[in-house]
């Protein structure tokens, strides 16, 4: 592979944690229309826990991608702005990996069955309610650190596309072929 493109796996695991993310953010969200204890409140909540099994399954694989294949060299000629964009994807897949992990744990010190497509995940720790407490602050933590990081990621994308005018953002949309 040429390390002047994505791998096509790598493109297509980025676009779909970004719809994955969307989409718990949409659920966990919508779970604040219903009254606590409704059906609808705790159905948006299992579904919310589907889609972060999804994203911590993708980027897990996505991390494997990255190591076999590696990424592009960045095409933007100034270190400094390579090395804030390197920092900025370690710690974007530290928390796309983390928050779905602490949301497991919320449910598992609630004593909540966890599932995912038709399987229930064995209880692995006991049910406490102030661990239970702890796990959901952190979840939440870092779940708005998420909206802050990935609007951050994105506008640093716009930014390197339309004022730096390279080839980063192309290159993740498989649009164009980078330039040599």
């Known amino acids: 592979m040429s390390s002047k493109h994505y791998h096509p796996a790598s493109i297509f695991l980025h676009w779909l944690v970004f719809f994955l993310v969307i989409a718990a953010f949409i659920t966990i969200e919508l779970k604040g229309q219903f009254p606590k204890g409704s059906e609808a409140r705790e159905l948006c909540k299992s579904i919310h826990g589907v889609f972060g099994q999804l994203i911590f399954i993708a980027m897990a694989i996505r991390l494997v991608i990255r190591f076999k294949y590696g990424v592009p060299t960045?095409?933007?000629?100034?270190?400094?702005?390579?090395?804030?964009?390197?920092?900025?994807?370690?710690?974007?897949?530290?928390?796309?990996?983390?928050s779905p992990i602490f949301g497991f744990l919320?449910?598992?010190?609630?004593?909540?069955?966890?599932?995912?497509?038709?399987?229930?995940?064995?209880?692995?720790?006991?049910?406490?309610?102030?661990?239970?407490?702890?796990?959901?602050?952190?979840?939440?933590?870092?779940?708005?650190?998420?909206?802050?990081?990935?609007?951050?990621?994105?506008?640093?994308?716009?930014?390197?596309?339309?004022?730096?005018?390279?080839?980063?953002?192309r290159r993740m949309l498989n649009k164009v072929k980078a330039h040599a």
């Open 74 to 98: 960045p095409t933007n000629p100034m270190p400094i702005f390579a090395n804030l964009a390197k920092m900025m994807h370690w710690i974007l897949y530290a928390l796309l990996l983390i």
């Open 106 to 169: 919320y449910f598992q010190y609630g004593g909540k069955e966890i599932h995912f497509f038709g399987l229930v995940w064995p209880q692995f720790v006991t049910p406490n309610p102030e661990t239970k407490k702890l796990m959901e602050g952190i979840h939440e933590f870092l779940g708005n650190s998420l909206y802050f990081l990935i609007g951050l990621h994105a506008v640093a994308g716009l930014w390197q596309h339309y004022v730096i005018k390279d080839d980063t953002l």
